[in-house]
């Protein structure tokens, strides 16, 4: 059985916010009243979108990707790279921790049972086959939407309703930035092992331009439910992909990449309690 460092470093600890962050935005959108966050459900699917998900979703990754992982020295160095002997304990573990929540999901309101469907869909698909959506350029970036989910599943457990569509579309777009970013400094070693992606569909350039236009889109597109402030915060990755623009190598943008999660774990923090002081001060 995998050993519980390995499997810490398997579930990218300085990406959790990716998903607990929209849980806890969507927690806050969803709720009326302080009440609404003292359910077991809540506290519950908290734990989940910290360390079982993660786990779920960067260990099907590292599962498939071996080939070329191996070929990637961001995974030798900023990572972990999962041999093949590690897979089976691997995914067993995986399996253990994520299916009680799972089948919790079947006791919540529908559209909450959807999210958790959509999220397990696109967590596992993104990476595995037959459909291993990573390898399709631009539906790998649409796949991303899987981090999402997790908002619209805490938001419908809170309130029983899906959020409104263009807050919805908004994140989604910026999970199409946040992916198609990440895949920059992958560019040499996936065209080495024959992958493509998104970044190198479009070449490293085109995807700073593609990520740019997406965030300003879901800046543009959240305006309408979140306070002046909270809007312009949905911009701050801007400034970002201007210097990597600027960047000199494909090297040079991974020194840039390094503090990209965060900035965004810090925009999602403020992002949060904006939401949350908007909600206590309306009307």
């Not at 009680?100 to 309101?109: D, L």
């Not at 939401?275 to 309306?282: E, G, I, R």
Request: net charge neutral; hydrophobic share 55%.
């Amino acid at each position: 059985m995998p050993n519980a460092r390995f499997l810490l470093k398997v579930s990218r600890p300085r990406f959790w916010l990716y998903i607990f962050g929209p849980y806890l935005v969507g927690l806050v959108a969803g709720a009326a009243s302080r009440m609404d966050f003292t359910s077991i459900a809540v506290a519950a699917f908290a734990i989940y979108f910290l360390f079982p998900a993660n786990l779920l979703i960067y260990g099907v990754n590292d599962i498939f990707d071996f080939e070329t992982d191996k070929l990637n020295p961001k995974k030798q160095e900023y990572e972990t790279l999962v041999h093949p002997k590690d897979c089976g304990g691997l995914v067993l573990v995986i399996l253990l921790l994520n299916m009680p929540f799972v089948i919790a999901a079947f006791f919540m309101n529908s559209t909450a049972l959807f999210a958790m469907a959509c999220f397990l869909l696109f967590s596992v698909f993104y990476s595995a086959w037959p459909i291993r959506a990573k390898a399709i350029p631009i539906i790998d970036s649409m796949f991303n939407v899987l981090y999402v989910f997790p908002g619209i599943f805490a938001y419908a457990v809170i309130s029983g309703e899906f959020p409104p569509i263009l807050s919805v579309v908004a994140a989604f777009l910026w999970t199409m930035a946040m992916h198609a970013y990440s895949a920059i400094p992958d560019i040499k070693a996936d065209t080495e092992a024959g992958v493509e992606t998104i970044a190198t569909f479009l070449g490293e350039n085109r995807t700073l331009f593609f990520c740019a236009a997406c965030y300003l889109g879901s800046a543009m597109l959240a305006l309408p439910f979140l306070c002046g402030s909270a809007g312009v915060l949905r911009m701050v990755n801007l400034p970002l992909m201007a210097i990597s623009i600027c960047a000199k190598s494909e090297q040079s943008v991974f020194g840039v990449y390094k503090y990209f999660p965060v900035i965004n774990s810090a925009a999602g923090f403020i992002l949060f309690w904006l939401v949350a002081l908007q909600k206590t001060f309306q009307p």
